[in-house]
Nanobody
């Protein structure tokens, strides 16, 4: 059984930084899998924030590119999201996702999700 557990969210002021972590457990080819972060704000659809493929290819939402960095530690089966220069529009619940697939030109979500971690940015 595959489980994903996110952590690192919190309440911060605009301009601050946070690093989210997602620890993956269970049997899956983690190092070869694309991993990603999604977010969902109240009343809005879940949106893709960042993706990192098994081969190291990255994709970022234009809303976060240049401010957020996705990374992974395959030995620890952990995915990170470094978030800098946070603003109130970044307020959302952030979800880790594993097994994304690329259907040119878009990424589609994978089958494994965490429960999410809340990020709230005050003005």
């Amino acid at each position: 059984q595959v489980q994903l557990v996110e952590s690192g969210g919190g309440l911060v002021q605009a301009g601050s930084s946070l690093t989210l972590s997602c620890v993956v457990s269970g049997s899956l080819p983690f190092s070869n899998s694309a991993v990603g972060w999604y977010r969902q704000a109240p009343g809005l659809q879940r949106e893709l924030v960042a993706v990192l493929s098994g081969g190291g290819r990255m994709h970022y939402s234009p809303y976060v590119e240049g401010r957020f960095v996705i990374s992974r530690d395959n030995a620890k089966k952990t995915v990170y999201l470094q978030m800098n220069s946070l603003n109130p529009e970044d307020t959302a619940r952030y979800y880790c996702n594993v097994g994304l697939r690329f259907y040119d030109p878009n990424w589609d979500y994978g089958p494994y999700w965490g429960r999410g971690t809340q990020v709230t940015v005050s003005a």
